[in-house]
């Protein structure tokens, strides 16, 4: 019953430095997305991918990279850590992005920046 | 512009007392709109899809609603279980665009 499993659940990071938030899924879903949920905001895409080896930016891509290796694995790359980047992030996946497709969400990382 | 919009904020209710929350949208070309439930420091765990204007999907005390401008979550005779944020999020090409959610309290 794992699902989507995200690592670590909590960070602090200082400005400037720099940090991977990893996640797996056992799904054997094709998609894979990072999306970031701030205070009265909706959940923004920051990057997905439709397959290993094929990535795309979402909404809000700046400061981040990703990779996609494996059909599982999904990390997520900050660079230059910035006040602006402290989001809880949650990583999903999907079999496809067909109609009504479900997205399942794994249970979050909180990071900060100070 | 799409955009989602979801009201009220927050919404407080005693155990047993009905109510409904809404999700408004404005989309070109939905391919579905989604229900999600959040639980405070958990992902969002899906509930329903909704694909065309009149469509009713139900799950326990829940019922989802789909018009051509709005979705209705229907709360019946609520418990205090069901307190969580109700995230609306609809579908437009292959994204997903997020309301900002409903944080629901059910007082016992």
């Known amino acids: 019953n794992a699902g989507v499993t995200q690592t670590p659940k909590f960070r602090i990071l200082k400005i400037g430095q720099s940090m991977t938030l990893q996640c797996a899924q056992d799904?054997?879903?094709?998609?894979m997305y990072w999306y970031r949920q701030d205070p009265g905001m909706g959940l923004k895409l920051i990057y997905y991918?439709?397959?290993?080896?094929?990535?795309d930016k979402g909404e809000v891509p700046n400061g981040y990279n990703v990779s996609r290796s494996t059909t599982e694995d999904f990390p997520l790359r900050l660079e230059l850590a910035a006040p602006s980047q402290t989001s809880v992030y949650f990583c999903a996946s999907s079999y496809s992005t067909g109609n009504g497709n479900t997205i399942y969400f794994g249970e979050g990382s909180w990071l900060t920046v100070v | 512009e799409d955009q989602v919009t979801q009201s009220p904020e927050a919404l407080r209710l005693q155990e047993g007392e009905s109510s409904s929350l809404n999700c408004s949208y404005t989309v070109s070309g939905l391919r579905g709109l989604f229900w999600y439930r959040q639980d405070p420091g958990k992902g969002p765990e899906f509930l329903f899809t909704l694909y065309s204007a009149g469509e009713e999907k139900e799950k326990e005390r829940l019922k989802a609603t789909l018009t051509k401008k709005e979705s209705f979550l229907h709360i019946t005779a609520p418990k205090p279980e069901d307190s969580a944020t109700y995230l609306c999020a609809v579908q437009a090409d292959y994204q997903l665009i997020w309301g900002a959610g409903t944080k629901l309290i059910i007082k016992p």
């Open positions: 991918s439709v397959g290993a080896g094929i990535t």
């Open positions: 799904m054997n879903h094709n998609y």
